[in-house]
């Protein structure tokens, strides 16, 4: 058996290790990849220091591109989009494996079906390894959906397709048709920045974006956002203060929310035009509950809906969209580069301390 590196996460309170594994033989249906580029999320800073707890020891990392090295006996030949894939192939997958057959699969949530397997969250133990992005390879266990991915798109925006961009992607679909849309983007960190683009290539008449971050609402004009306003931490009455920084009154056919605080939450509603639609993607940590003016609900026919992660069609509607737009966009510029696993305390230092939208990390160790 072939020996691999991989990076592993105790606790907050320790340094993570590169340690030595073996590459386990494959078994039915599985995948090895040989991983080339990973990306920092938000869940990885938090795991990270300590503001969210994970499965440990773990191995980080679920921001992740590879290229196939070998399978498994019954293996898929086929990706999502039914092209052959063969070893040498550059490929992304699914943050999830589950049982296609299981009844919350068939309904489109297959990311919370039975059997459940999350790269990059999952408990690293004799039998169970090589599931997290920072490693030198990742395992796909059975049911992993995967997808060949343009070898022209640069490493380090393709490794952001399998959470940021199909999360996005995820939101998108369920807010409906944007064409001639006024969309509004809550909070442009990296998904609220993909949430522009993605918007704007779907054909809204405004994308607007708010934030209480000045550069990265300059950041979101680069990806499409056609107006931005700056708000306070708590900023409530927003449509007056639309009003004196844009020059009119708005009303929001689609918003999306990807702040997960509850004042945004509350706030935003309120711009809402009637038959307007919010979906909530942001808010994946305890906090406090929610207040909403049920009469306004009603009588403006508004309708909120949640998403967690995504799904196979998600994941497809992603790869296509960077595949189209990744020279459209500056995405490149997004992600802070200059890591390997030999480094990655540092990376993590990087991404505790300046808060970039992406910290970079090739899985090698050269
Ligand atoms: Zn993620």
């Given at each position: ?114 059997d459940l397997f999350k790269y990059g969250h999952e408990q690293l133990t004799p039998d169970s390894s090589l599931h997290g992005g920072l490693s030198e390879y990742t395992l796909l266990r059975k ?69 209480t971050n000045a550069e990265r609402l300059e950041i979101a004009k680069e990806f499409g956002a056609t107006d931005t306003c700056l708000i306070e931490p708590k900023q409530n009455d927003l449509q ?127």
């Amino acid at each position: 058996m072939q020996h691999c590196k991989i990076v592993v996460f105790e606790t907050p309170e320790k340094s993570l290790e590169l340690v030595e594994t073996l590459i386990p033989e494959l078994k039915e249906q599985e995948i090895l990849v040989r991983n080339e580029y990973a990306t920092l999320c938000r869940s990885d800073i938090y795991t990270y220091s300590g503001m969210r707890k994970e499965k440990n020891p773990t191995i980080l990392g679920h921001e992740i591109i590879g290229r196939i090295v070998s399978f498994g006996n019954n293996a898929r030949e086929l990706d999502l989009r039914g092209n052959p894939i063969k070893i040498g192939d550059r490929i992304t997958w699914a943050i999830f494996a589950s049982n296609p057959a299981s009844p919350l699969s068939k309904r489109g949530m297959p990311q919370k079906a039975a059997d459940l397997f999350k790269y990059g969250h999952e408990q690293l133990t004799p039998d169970s390894s090589l599931h997290g992005g920072l490693s030198e390879y990742t395992l796909l266990r059975k049911n992993t959906p995967v997808i060949k991915v343009d070898e022209q798109i640069p490493l380090p925006v393709a490794a952001i397709i399998n959470c940021a961009v199909a999360t996005v992607a995820g939101a998108i679909r369920i807010a409906g048709e944007l064409n001639e849309k006024n969309v509004l983007i809550c909070g442009t960190g990296m998904l609220g920045i993909i949430a522009c683009a993605m918007s704007n290539t779907k054909g809204a008449a405004n994308v607007y974006a708010i934030d209480t971050n000045a550069e990265r609402l300059e950041i979101a004009k680069e990806f499409g956002a056609t107006d931005t306003c700056l708000i306070e931490p708590k900023q409530n009455d927003l449509q007056t203060l639309f009003t004196e920084k844009i020059g009119k009154q708005i009303s929001i056919d689609v918003l999306i929310d990807l702040t997960g605080s509850p004042d945004s939450m509350e706030n935003s509603i309120d711009v809402l035009g009637i038959g307007g639609t919010a979906v909530w993607i942001g808010a994946t940590f305890p906090q406090r509950k929610v207040q909403i003016d049920a009469e306004k609900v009603v009588r403006k026919i508004l309708t909120i809906k949640g998403l967690h992660n995504y799904n196979e069609s998600d994941l497809q509607a992603a790869v296509t969209f960077i595949e189209e737009n990744f020279s459209v966009f500056p995405f490149e510029k997004l992600i802070f580069d200059g890591f390997n696993l030999n480094t990655v305390n540092e990376a993590f230092k990087q991404a505790v301390e300046q808060n970039n939208f992406r910290v970079g990390i090739k899985t090698d160790v050269n």
